[in-house]
């Protein structure tokens, strides 16, 4: 007579934790965002607004764009600075925040 678990039920557990993963169930740390970039090759070149935990994140980068905008909520006005893209590709992370304000982390890798 078998005891414990069938194997099916370990086999449904990994495909849902696989999926999470993939999913981004477990949420990172606007840091860890940040250094995942720059572990890829990306240098940190400005932050905006007030940083903070994100409940989400969003990338903004174009290799075809003469410039990028970053964007950011502050009390609720929404604030932007432009980056060009002459030496640089640049590269913004917007942070969204529970309170409804933005934060922004501008990255710039050489062309």
Same mark, same amino acid.
């Given at each position: 007579m078998k005891t414990g678990l069938p194997?099916?039920?370990f086999r449904a557990l990994i495909w849902v934790f696989m999926g999470c993963l993939l999913l981004g169930c477990f949420s990172q740390t606007p840091e860890e965002i940040v250094q995942d970039w720059m572990d890829d090759g990306w240098s940190q070149v400005a932050s905006h607004g007030e940083i903070g935990p994100a409940t989400r994140h969003a990338v903004l980068r174009s290799k075809q764009a003469q410039s +990028?905008?970053?964007?950011w909520l502050e009390q609720g006005r929404r604030k932007t600075k432009l980056y060009r893209q002459q030496?640089?590709?640049?590269? +913004?992370i917007r942070f969204f925040k529970e309170d409804g304000d933005q934060f922004a982390v501008v990255m710039k890798k050489r062309k």
């Open positions: 194997l099916s039920f +990028v905008e970053a964007s030496t640089h590709f640049h590269m +913004v």
